[in-house]
């Protein structure tokens, strides 16, 4: 975008190249923001697992930008692709018990209207989306280690020694964001990405292997294994040839420095002994009995300070107990696309006014998802306060929550931002 005439006296500096960079950054370059962006890895990459995106992200996409969503539509895995399962292309998952007197029978077909479960694996998500961003603009090996602001602009330090002064930054670096401390040390000092309580066993499974395990219906349809202590995931993934597999277990303590730490057979055997004929039988076939610690951000105060923002896991990393945590990142660049697009704002000193309108209308929503994700886990493990095992609360229950996460009006959000942001430019 470099040849551009300049209606932006700005340049956004993306530090951070999972998917909430990289949707931020298609979103900008389409409405003519220039953008650079720095990533700590030599390349950009996911790990080959599977991604559940809901229908208020799905319907952000287009509005970043519509080869986003064409992108996503092109590489997603539904119940549909499945000969035999159309019927099931508006749910969502099915729960299926995994303890007491009804294990192994459906406690509800969960909808999730209009798109139903979409699904896909990380890496060709992110592959793709690498294939809109120039490649110019992209700098690697550039693992930020702090920044600093004065009244004119941004330094950022890298862990190689360099330095690079930035107009302004949005800090995409995940849920160990170095932005975040810099931006907020004293918080962020206080406030570490914490334990959230659950550890999981995670498996991708070939389809025809699934089938054997736990037959066609189990394996073709999304399914949610509640159970007492512990819940089962699995979800096919690239048109059904794989199956992503999870097993998550309630456990108070962690008393590992490292997030993913080897584990013994016999650990993941015992943890999933109780959890019904299912989920038993994927786990005795899993291959790797790795454990994998899930945390998750204790909530902030601000995910803004004058010329610096973040967005994504950097400022809202969330438990997977609904599938959000992308979803929120890419709510997250949608709105701040807007803003940062708007006509109006042209001049650094605009920038800070959108940024302050950004954490209006975003902290209040992500941070909500973070805590009823966290809820979510003790749902699914049948030990939520007021609802436990007791079937029709558990439907009520997943209803009411999936509604809030999925009815948003997503164009709103933006609308609301860009009025929030012309009162800040007026005071
Ligand atoms: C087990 C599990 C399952 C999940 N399942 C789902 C799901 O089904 N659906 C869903 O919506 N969400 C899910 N999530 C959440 C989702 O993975 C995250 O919310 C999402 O990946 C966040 O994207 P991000 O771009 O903000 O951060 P990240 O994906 O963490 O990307 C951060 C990027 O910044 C780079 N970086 C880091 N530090 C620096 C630095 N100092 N300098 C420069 N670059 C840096 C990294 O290399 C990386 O490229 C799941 C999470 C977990 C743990
Ligand atoms: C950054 O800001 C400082 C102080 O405000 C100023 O002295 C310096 O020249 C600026 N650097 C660039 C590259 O604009
Ligand atoms: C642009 O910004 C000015 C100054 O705050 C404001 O008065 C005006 O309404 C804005 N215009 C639009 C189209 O948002």
Redesign the pocket.
Known sequence: MGSTPPSKKFTVTIVGGGIGGLVLAIGLLRRNVPVRIYEAAAAFAEIGLGLSIGPAAHRAMPLVDPQIREIYDSLVTTHADSPGYEHFRQTWFEIVWASGPQEGDTLMNLKALPSGQTTLRRADFLDALVNLIPPEIVQFGKRLESLQETAENVTLHFDDGTTAVADLVVGCDGIKSKVKESMLPEESKQKKPQYSGMYAYRTVFDMDEMVEIVGDQRARVSTMYVGNGAYGISYPIMRAKKVNFGLYMLSEKWDHDEWVRPAKREDMLRDASSMGRYVKALVERMPDPSQWAIFEHPHISTYVRSRVAILGDAAHASTPHQGAGAGQAIEDAHVLAELLG?S?VTEPEHVVAAFKAYDDVRRPRSQRVVTSSKENAYLLCLCLDGVGDDADKLKETWNKRLRWLWDLDVQGQAEQARERM?EY??V
């Open positions: 708007d109006n012309s430019r007026q």
